[in-house]
């Protein structure tokens, strides 16, 4: 019973795989398309998708965001950056004895680390092993190498990252990405600590790219739906 439950719990957290008709996948699209026209034309490669605290939704919308860009046929990997707490490779049904951490610590070639995932043109990099010392590992040259080898081999490259309030490793990647989004759960976020996180991300000279509004609730024909949205 309890492996049903949590079969069910994934096919609703990818919801543009399983549900790719419904309102929500659309928000999705939304997303991709506002992010494609952002900055005029400038090509953005690498985002890293994180939030102020956790249970805010940054790593399902990581998620849906890499498999609609997959779904127009973009290659993408989609990188579980959180390597204190993974979550990715439960979302996707995938193992995490190698990953990022592995990878990072020389352990593997780029190659080998990656995995195939259901959905056509996505692949995943799973974190790997909870490490003693994640700050030092996503602060180093190893990291750069593999956000840059990424996006050589990728048209699209999401990062999961860890709550920006809780731990540093988020402002550590910001800067080696082409944008970051902040996730902000309506109705739940503190609005002073989505303030603490964006002007610590300014401090940091993050390319910020916007923010993603999570379970806003609308009333619409009498019956309550969920969107996703996005605005810098």
């Known amino acids: 019973m309890k492996s049903d439950r949590k079969k069910y719990l ?26 494609n ?14 939030s102020a605290e956790a249970g805010e939704g940054k790593s399902t919308t990581a998620s849906n965001l890499a498999i609609v860009m997959a779904q127009q046929g973009k290659r993408v990997l989609l990188i579980d950056a959180d390597i204190r707490k993974p979550t990715l490779h439960f979302a996707f049904q995938k193992g995490n004895s190698y990953g990022l951490t592995t990878l990072l ?9 990656l995995q195939k995932t259901d959905i056509e043109q996505l692949s995943l990099l ?31 490259v999401i990062l999961d990252s860890p709550p920006t309030l809780a731990v540093t490793d988020s402002k550590l990647i910001a800067n080696l990405c082409d944008g970051l989004l902040l996730v902000v759960k309506s109705g739940a ?3 002073a600590k989505v303030q603490k ?22 009333k619409r024909r009498d019956r309550d739906y969920y969107y996703y949205s996005t605005g810098s």
């Open 10 to 35: 994934t096919r609703l957290r990818l919801v543009t795989y399983f549900q790719k008709n419904s309102s929500y996948a659309e928000q999705y699209r939304t997303l991709r398309t506002n992010l």
């Open 197 to 218: 996180a964006a002007t610590e991300f300014s401090d940091v000279r993050a390319k910020f790219l916007g923010v993603v509004l999570n379970d806003q609730k609308l």
């Open 189 to 191: 976020t503190d609005i």
């Open 37 to 50: 026209f952002i900055r005029g034309g400038e090509q953005i490669r690498s985002i890293v998708v994180t």
């Open 105 to 113: 610590t020389g352990q593997q070639a780029f190659e080998d680390a």
């Open 126 to 156: 799973a974190s790997g092993p909870v490490p003693p010392d994640p700050a030092d590992l996503l602060d180093s040259e190893e990291m750069a190498a593999v956000i840059r080898k990424a996006t050589i081999q990728f048209d699209k």
